[in-house]
């Protein structure tokens, strides 16, 4: 495209930059107005009257001066005001050469794939926006007169990332700006957008740089007056985003849509480039063209037109022409998560595709869910809060003991478990089987929910009669987990709290420093059963001894869980070498035969968002993503101040000195730490060589039985370094019962 020679004082422009949101400071955004003010002096250094120029904002607090300077008369940026602006100001351009719109603030994108620019008035549960789409429409319509403008220029800096689960729904349907017929089709309109549809225009460091890259190539075309061509502007962007992409810096991949602009419409798309097809993937496509040609049938371009109609709805890119042909359906799938699957259900319904079709959509694309079924599922399980997604995972974990999943968000459990429980061929996909048996195992609506959904996918790959046979055996094993929770302990039982818990509260001792009261409990889930509470002062060797009964009756060697409530001060006191069966032939220690953990509820009610944050984190972590704290740190400050800057560290390794162990302690509490591992002895240097040996346990999840394994081996040589490890495991959702101290259960 050459050139565009024009006269600037000719050019009229609207800049909304929208900061401050009406809902929680979690919405407002540092910048929008920094950038608008950008692009207004580019167009006046350019020679655009300041007159000619509208600029509607909601500044923050501390960007209101710097927009009042640049623009005093600038207007807020709410509904009515940019309505009134765009519906009613713009037909006052009389026998301009060219329009500048700009938007920066935050997008979403909405039910049905619609963009929609959040409006000031947007809350944490009310999102309010305008469709972005209806920008270019207005421009086209009788609202900017038919002979005022010859051509026009949008730019949007904004996301268009859908929404999760939950917030999705809160969304409204976007506002066009106008419904009037186009009576200017062919006005060229140049539309530049900072990210491409489903992506985010916001790098890994939480900075924007679209605004910023883009007024560099406009101000490297030349100064005041100068002619302007944008292919050449774009060029720039493109090459600017690309190196910081190729260096791993950047995530951001804009786009441009140019209508008409030299005669013709032609999308540009700038994002990372699709790998080439191995010759394997080259033979599943050819597969898919042709069963996809053979399922559109006689008339071809008709049903292609209703298909590509329908995925319109579900897939983020727009179709390539209409009606497509069979091969550009499949290149289109291919462009979007879970295409191929979807497009051949579409294609195939009532009857499922064959075996071999599917095959060819798992190795194309490793999903085998459609879109629907992907996004329903994450639905239901973003219903569900943290501790019933932690027992979701565990649940896949009993089942698939190799499996490893990156995190408790919903839209990641089905990531990981899609990716690794691909269905055998003609056998009921594992992914249905942890669905059926989470389902059977926590009731209440959500879990009839996904007993409807795992049917519906069950019956779309037809293996419905499956389903129900897993179904059955699920809830067969519910029962008995029921039932007698001790002894059905086969695989499948209730995640988290599987193998039950006993949960021992140790009071601080008395006058003597040696007596303590106590109580304990055993829970399943949230089943809590009051096993003994002794309001009578005991020694600890009398408590072992009370202890040594109950978890003979009540607990399973090897698997239960055992946790001790103490006071901070109380921590170190190593439970763990407690003896079992002392006046017996089979003595033994407490760690040996059960996995045993310390626990602590002071200080937890400061913070317990760290605290559940971190929990969720431990819960897929590696034991590599400890915090190592400083062995020197020994203040409540010192340490407060390392944990603040560590806020999504799954938990920390400890080898302070002895003497500054009880203001440590207090920190971590306080901070929300709810893995603490230490040496009961060694400091320093020492403590440190021996938790890395401790430490080379590859999941964080399996630190307490690998605990107990050291600890067994310990029973053999006391100077086993297995001996003298602790560890606090404070899972925030299985607290003690209420009213502890006033009365058991």
């Given at each position: 495209?050459?050139?565009?020679?024009?006269?600037?004082?000719?050019?009229?422009?609207?800049?909304?930059?929208?900061?401050?949101?009406?809902?929680?400071?979690?919405?407002?955004?540092?910048?929008?107005?920094?950038?608008?003010?950008?692009?207004?002096?580019?167009?006046?250094?350019?020679?655009?009257?300041?007159?000619?120029?509208?600029?509607?904002?909601?500044?923050?607090?501390?960007?209101?001066?710097?927009?009042?300077?640049?623009?005093?008369?600038?207007?807020?940026?709410?509904?009515?005001?940019?309505?009134?602006?765009?519906?009613?100001?713009?037909?006052?351009?009389?026998?301009?050469?060219?329009?500048?719109?700009?938007?920066?603030?935050?997008?979403?994108?909405?039910?049905?794939?619609?963009?929609?620019?959040?409006?000031?008035?947007?809350?944490?549960?009310?999102?309010?926006?305008?469709?972005?789409?209806?920008?270019?429409?207005?421009?086209?319509?009788?609202?900017?007169?038919?002979?005022?403008?010859?051509?026009?220029?949008?730019?949007?800096?904004?996301?268009?990332?859908?929404?999760?689960?939950?917030?999705?729904?809160?969304?409204?349907?976007?506002?066009?700006?106008?419904?009037?017929?186009?009576?200017?089709?062919?006005?060229?309109?140049?539309?530049?957008?900072?990210?491409?549809?489903?992506?985010?225009?916001?790098?890994?460091?939480?900075?924007?740089?679209?605004?910023?890259?883009?007024?560099?190539?406009?101000?490297?075309?030349?100064?005041?007056?100068?002619?302007?061509?944008?292919?050449?502007?774009?060029?720039?962007?493109?090459?600017?985003?690309?190196?910081?992409?190729?260096?791993?810096?950047?995530?951001?991949?804009?786009?441009?849509?140019?209508?008409d602009w030299d005669e013709q419409g032609r999308m540009v798309r700038l994002g990372p480039p699709a790998p080439p097809l191995d010759p394997e993937k080259r033979r599943f496509r050819e597969v898919l063209v042709l069963e996809a040609s053979g399922l559109l049938g006689a008339d071809a371009a008709?049903?292609?037109?209703?298909?590509?109609?329908?995925?319109?709805e579900q897939f983020a890119t727009a179709p390539p022409t209409t009606p497509p042909s069979a091969e550009e359906l499949v290149d289109w799938a291919l462009e979007n998560p879970h295409g191929t699957v979807t497009l051949l259900g579409e294609l195939s319904a009532p009857a499922p595709p064959r075996t071999e079709i599917r095959k060819a959509c798992h190795l194309l694309q490793n999903q085998w869910l459609t879109h629907p079924e992907y996004t329903e599922l994450v639905a239901l399980l973003g219903r569900l809060d943290q501790r019933a997604r932690y027992d979701f995972a565990e649940v896949a974990r009993e089942k698939y003991p190799t499996m490893a999943l990156s995190s408790l968000d919903p839209a990641a459990l089905v990531d990981d478990l899609e990716a690794v429980l691909l269905p055998p061929p003609r056998q009921l996909p594992q992914l249905l089987r942890v669905v059926e048996h989470f389902a059977a195992l926590c009731g209440g609506a959500v879990a009839g929910e996904l007993r409807a959904w795992s049917l519906e996918c069950a019956r779309r790959i037809d293996l419905e009669g499956q389903l129900y046979e897993r179904r059955g055996e699920a809830q067969e094993h519910a029962e008995r987990v029921r039932a007698d929770p001790d002894t059905a302990m086969d695989q499948g039982a209730p995640p988290g709290d599987s193998r039950g818990r006993i949960q021992i509260r140790l009071h601080a001792p008395g006058a003597d420093g040696q007596r303590r009261t106590y109580e304990v409990w055993s829970r399943r889930g949230d089943d809590v059963h009051s096993l003994a509470k002794a309001d009578t002062p005991a020694s600890l060797e009398e408590i072992q001894r009370g202890l040594d009964h109950l978890l003979s009756r009540h607990a399973r060697t090897l698997d239960t869980l055992v946790e001790f409530f103490v006071t901070p001060t109380d921590l170190e006191l190593a439970v763990h070498r407690w003896q079992l069966d002392a006046e017996g032939p089979l003595e033994r220690s407490l760690g040996t035969d059960y996995p045993v953990v310390v626990r602590c509820a002071e200080l937890r009610e400061h913070q317990p968002h760290l605290w559940e944050r971190r929990w969720e984190k431990a819960g897929t972590a590696d034991a590599g993503e400890l915090h190592w704290l400083p062995a020197h740190y020994d203040t409540f400050k010192q340490v407060n101040g390392d944990l603040q800057g560590q806020e999504d560290a799954p938990g920390v390794v400890l080898t302070s000195p002895v003497r500054a162990r009880k203001e440590v302690f207090n920190a971590c509490l306080f901070g929300g730490v709810p893995v603490l591992i230490w040496h009961g002895e060694a400091e320093g240097d020492a403590a440190q060589a021996e938790l890395k040996t401790l430490l080379r346990t590859e999941r964080l999840r399996s630190l307490p039985q690998h605990l107990r394994r050291l600890r067994s081996a310990s029973e053999a040589d006391e100077s086993h370094h297995g001996r003298h490890m602790a560890l606090l495991w404070d899972d925030p959702h299985s607290p003690l019962p209420d009213q502890l101290d006033l009365s058991a259960p």
């Open positions: 495209m050459t050139a565009i020679e024009h006269d600037w004082r000719r050019t009229h422009a609207v800049l909304v930059a929208v900061e401050r949101y009406n809902g929680s400071d979690r919405l407002n955004l540092d910048g929008p107005v920094r950038d608008a003010i950008g692009m207004r002096e580019w167009l006046t250094g350019r020679g655009v009257p300041p007159e000619n120029i509208r600029l509607l904002a909601s500044p923050m607090e501390r960007n209101r001066a710097a927009l009042e300077a640049a623009h005093p008369g600038y207007r807020p940026a709410e509904r009515a005001h940019v309505r009134k602006v765009f519906r009613e100001g713009l037909s006052h351009i009389d026998g301009d050469d060219w329009l500048w719109v700009y938007w920066a603030g935050h997008g979403v994108q909405t039910r049905g794939g619609r963009w929609s620019l959040l409006y000031p008035e947007t809350s944490d549960t009310d999102l309010q926006g305008l469709d972005a789409d209806s920008l270019v429409d207005l421009v086209r319509t009788d609202h900017l007169r038919w002979d005022a403008v010859e051509r026009v220029t949008v730019v949007i800096d904004a996301c268009r990332q859908a929404l999760p689960p939950g917030t999705h729904e809160l969304a409204d349907i976007p506002q066009p700006l106008t419904d009037w017929p186009q009576t200017k089709p062919e006005r060229p309109v140049y539309w530049m957008r900072a990210c491409q549809a489903g992506a985010v225009a916001m790098e890994r460091d939480g900075t924007g740089r679209f605004t910023s890259v883009l007024l560099r190539q406009l101000e490297a075309q030349g100064e005041a007056g100068a002619a302007l061509d944008l292919d050449r502007v774009w060029q720039g962007v493109r090459d600017e985003f690309a190196r910081l992409n190729g260096a791993g810096s950047g995530r951001q991949y804009p786009s441009v849509h140019i209508i008709g049903s292609a037109a209703r298909v590509a109609a329908r995925l319109c």
